[in-house]
């Protein structure tokens, strides 16, 4: 289990982490969202013992991971600027890595030489971006981690390979536990694969939930009201509302039965609750802490 | 489960090694030249030919031991600075930091490989070129494995302080050109800070010429200290004709430096650690050291830069007509380039050029610094003007005085010392006249001023135990002073024509006693003139006498300094002319070889020139001339309508209507036609 306790990092005096708290629970799949500047990455660099926290606590299965060799030894990380060395071919880098993760394993290396078809001989530098997110994902995985920490993990990959990548991290959750997290905003990739979501925002985790309960605690109501009724009543708690000709959708944050059971109060002609997708929840949860998408006339 | 998460990854240090190999290539290459490869060359190369086997010995061993003091400072200073770059480099990119950061070992693993890789690298390319040097050595039956050791000792040792104080300011930064800027500049900063203070105080404190540089100073310029210290010697053999017992110097010096190296390893190490990730491409990388770096940066720029501008306005505008340097120039100058060095310190912190705003606070705390430093120092106020030391506290005054001509040496008698200290209190109580008359010299049209006015200096050195105090006076006499007792030029002269003073000018060339020298003496010569040009110019030759006539002479020179006869024409306006061309070189060996010194003579050394006539030193053929007479005679020659183009002295001597020796200066008849 990941465990980040009230973690706060400055920058400059600028506080990047401001508190943020989140648990992902062991095999797991977290997806970490939150808009640009929310302090994803940073909180990605304390779990991988980049950074030290200013305060707070940062633990994997209870124990601090700063400085915490034994513990690292069962995280693999793929940062959004995967580093390697300018010269190395992957076999050079593969040998690095082999020399520091003990659990490092050949055999599924080579077992996925076939799935990345990359000639391992090849200098990484002279590979494309996907190709060499490749790499990141084939040394990662090939560690054989306990944790999977993931930061913008398949920007740059086709579609194809996405899915690939996604298969065998899955593969890895549903076969050996990895706890995985994953910082993205392709929350409509995130939404397929992860069972658990949090989202950050100036530095604060504002809300963790599976990904069930937070579906069931927002919904999306087309409603069409009787004549004379031109706007959507006061009393009714919404987050967001707009308007199609007489079709009102409304954004609650509530479950569909008391959604529905509200609205019915004022007879309307037609009352239909639709699900809310991952990108929808994120984007009217951040209109709560004025991150909405503004009406801007230029 | 295998475990690899020690404090040492072979994984790292294997990468590292292969990594960088164009650099240790590099270091390896360049000593394979300086030491097999040179070896190689004296001993098998031209020289081979016309040496002997110990002197070939000899060359081979000095140019060893040399490139382990010399060339190995060198190259420690610089490749100990590119080693450090390259393992550390990882620290100056947020990229390659994450990357390291995030494997499963500590700071200390990560930091004790890499240093690791760089010792590695070092001791294996020094122990490859001590082996092929050996066999170098042993191809030529020289064979010694002791000088390859100390030769070993010297580049290791240098290499390794140095590679480890890189080591120690590369923890500092995360912009890896800003790596060499700091090794650079922390190396020589202690000694230029102590230069520009001292430079400070000599511009603006009548009488201070700096304090000359501590023990602890140059200590802390690692560079100058070694170079000062560590040396290859050997002692010259005169038989074989060459040096022997080679050894090296100063490998106490060295010991402490590598201690030092291994404590700055530790220190570095300390300050990784608390090095955040983050200040990858940050130009400091540890917070309290950017206030170091701030306020360090501005105050060395007014120091140095602030001074070199002040210099450079005072030299064009002011210098010569303005009787006391201007302080308040002075302290402008040093707040404006403090203030420029503390703002640009603070872009290169911030990253921006808009700093005047955040800055402001710490401008003011540079130019209080630096104000405060220079009204100091400017209005005297811990009185180093007045100061004379406690005539029971000097062990032993060094001095120089120069006029026509230079003199230094050392007394440790009371009787002397009190006489220096007198003239000292009677050249404190003339600074105001003096720096007014340094004004009228400047100033005056300078061929009316050198006519009638002399120019000489005195510098002091007190030692007082474990410190030492050192002043330095330029005095402008109008000649006539000479005649009043009481006058400054008078009373130095008195003190310069003192017996004490004389014998410890002569002594002090040799670093002997008197005893000594006259015991140790092997021989001596004088110079002598031979021919005179047309076109004014003159050769001299010189005449060797054995070492019982230069013991003789040397005795006449001791009883002639006793009667008070040398020294007299130090600050007279002929004193130059007065002067003899004839100048005597004694020959004396001492532990590390034959040595010599010379001594100058006037006329008025009745008993030297006694004793040089006696033994036939001083003849027709070699005569005794002042300079003025050579002077003389040369003009006359060179009015001479040309029909040879030289004159045997000889010949002209013949001519003159009487004999000068010993009488001073003289007119002297040419014929048209000699």
Known sequence: MIEVRELVKKFDGVRALDGATLSVPAGSVYGLVGPNGAGKSTLIRHLTGIYRQDGGSVTIGGKPVWENAALKARIAAIPDDWYYFLQSSVRDMMRFYRGFYPTFSMERYNALKEVFQIDERRTIRRLSKGMQKQVAFWLALSCMPDYLILDEPVDGLDPVMRRQVWSLVLGDVAQRGVTVLISSHNLRELEDVCDHVGIMDRGRVLLERSLAQLQDNMIKLQVVFPEGITEVPADLPVLHASRVGRVHTLIMRMGAEEATARVAAYHPLLADALPLTLEEIFIYELGGVDYAVKDIVL | ?674
Request: aromatic share 12%; charged share 15%.
């Open chain 2, 1 to 674: 489960m295998r475990s690899k998460t020690s404090c040492f990854n072979g994984a790292l240090l294997r990468k590292d090694l292969c990594r960088f190999w164009p650099l240790w290539c590099a270091y390896l290459a360049i000593w394979l030249v300086a030491v097999p490869l040179n070896q190689f060359l004296t001993l098998f190369g031209i020289s081979a030919r016309y040496n002997t086997p110990i002197q070939l010995m000899d060359a081979a061993i000095s140019n060893l031991l040399s490139m382990g003091t010399e060339m190995g400072l060198w190259m420690g200073l610089a490749f100990g600075c590119f080693f450090a770059m390259a393992l550390f480099s990882y620290l100056c990119s947020a990229r390659s930091v994450g990357m390291m950061h995030s494997f499963p070992i500590r700071r200390e693993g990560l930091f004790f490989t890499h240093y690791l890789a760089g010792c590695i690298v070092f001791l294996s390319a020094l122990a490859v070129t001590g082996l092929l040097a050996a066999a170098v050595q042993g191809a030529a039956g020289v064979l010694e494995w002791r000088n390859i050791g100390l030769w070993f000792i010297c580049s290791a040792g240098q290499m390794l302080f140095f590679y480890s104080f890189a080591v120690f300011c590369t923890m500092f930064t995360g912009q890896i050109l800003a790596v060499p800027v700091f090794y650079t500049a922390l190396n020589v900063v202690v000694m230029a800070l102590c230069q520009a203070v001292q430079m400070l105080g000599s511009v603006f404190l009548y009488g201070y010429n700096g304090g000359g540089t501590p023990a602890w100073v140059r200590w802390l310029t690692p560079p100058y200290q070694l170079m000062a210290r560590l040396e290859a010697t050997g002692t010259w053999n005169e038989e074989l004709r060459c040096d022997v017992d080679h050894t090296v110097t100063g490998l106490g010096t060295l010991g402490v430096y590598v201690l030092a190296g291994l404590v700055l390893a530790g220190a570095a190490l300390a300050v990784y650690r608390v090095r955040r990730s983050e200040t990858a491409d940050d130009v400091v990388a540890v917070s309290w050291a950017r206030h170091v770096f701030r306020f360090g940066l501005g105050i060395c720029a007014a120091l140095t830069v602030g001074q070199w501008l002040y210099y450079l306005i005072w030299s064009e505008f002011f210098e010569g007509s303005v009787k006391s340097p201007a302080l308040p120039l002075a302290l402008v100058c040093m707040a404006a380039l403090g203030l420029v060095g503390f703002f640009g310190a603070e872009m290169l912190l911030c990253k921006s050029f808009r700093v005047l705003r955040s800055g402001w606070k710490g401008a003011v705390f540079v130019t209080a610094v630096v104000l405060a430093l220079g009204i100091g120092v400017g209005l005297d106020v811990t009185g180093v003007e007045t100061r004379v030391p406690d005539a029971a506290a000097v062990q032993s005054v060094e001095f120089s005085f120069g006029g026509n001509s230079y003199i230094s040496g050392t007394v440790q008698d009371p009787e002397t010392i009190e006489r220096v200290l007198q003239l000292h209190q009677a050249l404190i109580a003339g600074k105001e006249e003096e720096e007014l008359r340094k004004v009228r010299f400047y100033s005056g049209d300078p061929d009316e001023v050198q006519k009638t006015t002399g120019q000489s200096s005195v510098t002091l050195t007190y030692h007082l135990g474990r410190t030492q105090m050192r002043r330095s006076y330029e005095l402008f006499y109008p000649y006539e002073e000479l005649e009043d007792p009481n006058s400054l030029v008078a009373q130095l002269g008195t003190l310069v024509q003192e017996p004490a003073v004389q014998r410890a000018v002569v002594l002090d060339n040799s670093g002997l006693t008197e005893q000594e020298l006259l015991d140790q003496l092997t021989g001596g010569s004088m110079t002598y003139v031979q021919t005179v040009y047309s076109d004014g110019g003159w050769s001299s030759s010189s005449y060797p006498f054995e070492e019982k006539v230069a013991r003789a002479v040397l005795e006449a020179v001791l009883r002639d300094i006793d009667a008070g006869r040398a020294g007299g024409v130090m600050f007279t306006a002929d004193g130059w002319e007065q002067t003899c061309q004839n100048s005597l070189e004694f020959w004396y060996t001492k532990e590390d070889g034959l040595n010599s010194m010379n001594i100058d003579i006037t006329p008025a050394y009745t008993e030297t020139i006694a004793a040089l006539r006696q033994y036939g030193i001083i003849n027709d053929e070699r005569p005794l001339l002042t300079n003025g007479e050579i002077y003389t005679l040369s003009q006359q020659v060179a009015e001479q309508p040309i029909q040879q183009d030289n004159y045997e002295i000889l010949d002209l001597l013949r001519q003159m209507p009487s004999d000068t020796e010993a009488s001073g200066k003289t007119e002297t008849a040419v014929e048209a036609n000699p």
